[in-house]
Each structure stands twice: as C-alpha cells, then as structure tokens.
C-alpha cells in the first residue's frame, strides 16, 4: 500500500539511518489504520538496501501476530531467529504487530533481547495500545507515535479512488486512517454497515431507554462492538466540539451533504458530553483488552446516555 502522510516520522527514521543511529527496537504507536507497519516495512526496506516488497517468507523477516495473543513462544522463535546472522541482508529484523496483546510472560522474555540488543538485528513493535505494555519495555525502545491524517490529506488520498458522495463519506468515517479507509474501498458493504451504525447512533441518542435496549436485542452483533463504540465516541466528539462551536469547517459544509446534523444534541450539557466520552473510553478498552460481556457493557453505557 502506498504510505501517506506521517512525514515528520519518515524523516526522522531516514535520517537516523543517513546518520548511522539506528536503534536496535523501535515502538509504533498510534491508533489502528494509521499505517504504522507499512512505515516500519519501508524503513526495512531503506536498511536493509531492498527494492521490491517485502513478504513474510523473506529469511531475513520475523512477521509476528496475535493467535489471539502473542505467547512466549512466540517471543523465544524471534529469539532463535535474531541470533542468527542474516541470510541477505544487513540486518535481521522482527515485527512485533498488535504487541500489546503480549503476554505478561512473552513481555519479560522479550525483555531478555531488549537488555542484551543484537548487532545485527532490529525488533518493531507496533501497537495501538502502548499503555498495556511493560514500561521496562517502553523503556528500552526507541518511541515513535503516529497521529491520524488531517481530512485534507485523506481526501487528496482518496478522491482518485472513489466517487464524491463516497469520498466524504469515507473522509468522515475514516477518522483520518488510510488503512481503514482502504479496507472500506475493498470491502464497500462494510463502509455501509459503519455509517448505518452512525446513524443509528444518531437516532438512539434522542430515544427512550427502552429503544436502546430493543437496538441491542434487535440488531447487536457481538464482533461489532468495537466499531460501535468507536462510532459512538465519533458522535459525542462531534458534539462536544459542536457545543463549543469549533467543529471544523470542512465538516459544517459536508454534514447536509452527509446527512448529518450540525447541532447534534442540544439538550446534552458541556459536563454530560465529557463524562460520556469518559465513560465511552473505559467501555471501549475494555471491550477491546478483557474478556468482558459486550452486549452488558453496551446496556452499561446506553443507562449512561
């Protein structure tokens, strides 16, 4: 996938390698979709002198992902791997994706490799929740965060890519992410799913309890939670910025366009609206770390609105 935006991030990493002042582990961090991996396998590319895309069957490439989790075994075939020289390359290098969803165990064995680096060898960990990781491993790697894209350049991204009514939407729901942008562009039936879910956000927030509860019997998915409650905070950040009358301006003239109204919920106070973020936060880490009941967490949360 072609990387845009996170300039600042890519200058930084090639002049750290025109410096010679590469670190042995690098941590990734910032909301999913932003494109972190694929920033990571450019700068592998940069390092290691390749031209064409790398894949996961390279020798000289450690591809590492949740099964749900990551286990220490996981953590000690990485190990194994960086402790042999390169097959073709400069440097042996391991991606860590989704590395908050470590094991405690799997986090202080890597913590062996953090300790005692490889000259030879390079480890990424990419995450969209640092939090949960050990600080002892923060500590040891060198941190790079990623921000989400500002709508000018997401639509600069995409308008080649699809027609106008579906730009803005995708400029919107995107939330300034390519990736998920580019998974919508493959997979349109989703994008029509997510902006359903935004409407109907729309709609329960003005209903009585007893409707939120009939949404969630009626039409509650459990494996759609999580985009949910990040539709949710969509909504409710919207109308904060809405009661402070900052909404960006390139959103005001693309809400009739959208459907959407501008003045969202005015019976919300300023204090309401942050105390249902916060609480909308809390139920989305949760629903996305812990093995809590989700359908209950949204019952919590719809009591709470």
Request: hydrophobic share 40%.
């Amino acid at each position: 996938m072609a990387i845009v935006g996170h300039k600042i991030q890519r200058e930084f990493l090639k002049k750290s390698f025109e410096n010679s002042r590469i670190s042995h582990a690098y941590l990734f961090s910032g909301v999913d979709g932003l494109g972190k991996k694929t920033v990571a396998l450019e700068f592998v590319k940069l390092i290691n002198d390749q031209k064409k895309d790398l894949s996961k069957n390279h020798p000289d490439l450690i591809m590492v992902e949740p099964q749900p989790s990551i286990q220490i075994s996981q953590i000690r075939d990485i190990q194994k791997a960086l402790s042999l020289r390169p097959f073709s390359a400069p440097f042996k290098i391991a991606i860590i994706d989704e590395a908050e969803k470590m094991t405690a165990q799997a986090q202080n064995c890597l913590l062996k490799t953090l300790e005692e680096p490889k000259g030879q060898a390079i480890l990424f960990l990419i995450s969209s929740s640092p939090e949960m990781l050990f600080e002892t491993v923060r500590s040891r790697v060198q941190s790079l965060e990623f921000y989400p894209l500002a709508s000018a350049e997401m639509r600069d991204f995409l308008k080649s890519k699809t027609s106008l009514l579906n730009l803005e939407k995708l400029v919107f729901i995107s939330e300034g992410r390519p990736g998920k942008a580019i998974d919508f562009l493959k997979n349109p039936e989703k994008l029509e799913v997510w902006w359903q879910m935004f409407e109907d956000v729309q709609k329960l927030v003005d209903s009585n309890i007893s409707s939120r509860f009939k949404y969630l019997n009626d039409f509650f998915q459990e494996n759609n939670s999580k985009e949910f409650l990040n539709i949710f905070l969509r909504y409710f950040r919207l109308a904060l910025l809405s009661k402070c009358s900052a909404l960006p301006k390139i959103f005001s003239q693309n809400a009739s366009k959208l459907k959407i109204s501008r003045d969202f919920n005015k019976s919300y106070s300023l204090e309401r609206i942050k105390d249902i973020i916060k609480i909308g936060e809390k139920i989305r880490f949760l629903v996305s770390n812990t093995n809590i009941n989700r359908k209950l967490a949204l019952e919590t949360l719809f009591l709470n609105i």
